[in-house]
């Protein structure tokens, strides 16, 4: 990528933004809740990514990558997705640390050995939290799944993805194997935004909806 060097926090909003959302506005809170910074620091980013030509931001409604941007954040989330297999694969790191510790590994990571890291690992399609990891070129193929907290109560599905960032979240989730391969029941939703609760492997789990929303399922095949 013929792209000038950017700066960490850089890569991590463009990152983020695309974690946050295929082609879709995300609004700024929603931006500054994941990053865990404030609403004044992402306005401020907003406004500096967008002079670059790397984000657009549309008053009241959000902020959405142009295409030169969505090519960072891709190649971004190639480096740390690499990682992630590597660090699982080889290193043997538990499941619920291989976000942050990837993020540590990316911003340092040069083009040659991001190619040579890919050849390695046999040019793997999907990460260890089940997220596509873009090609060279930038392209991958979109998960074909729905956020977790929008399955009907009594629907069985099998989770695709997991999309939490931070290690005790992951850690959370694991230990209620909530985990990629895994299958879940809707078994009730709670009312005013209350929680699920899922019977996941003869298990019954109650789980928020903020944290049902970084599940990624599809429909049960056998269902």
Known sequence: MNI???????EMYLKAMAELSDHDMVATARLAEYLNVTPVSVNEMVRRLGEQGLMTHTPYKGVTLTK????VASDVMRRQRLWECFLYDHLKIEWSQLYELACSLEH???PEVTEALAVFLGNPKICPRGN????ADGSFTPLNGIRLDTVAVGKTMQVLAVNATATDVLKYLCERN??????LT????????GPLTLRVEEKEVVLGLSLAKFVIVKSNPIQ
Do not use: D, F, N, W
């Open 178 to 183: 909530i985990m990629p391969g895994c299958k």
């Open 68 to 71: 030169k941007g969505r090519k």
């Open 186 to 193: 809707v078994i009730e939703a709670a009312p005013l935004q």
């Open 4 to 10: 000038h060097p950017l700066s960490e926090s850089t």
């Open 108 to 110: 340092a990571t040069a």
């Open 132 to 135: 596509p990891i873009p090609a």
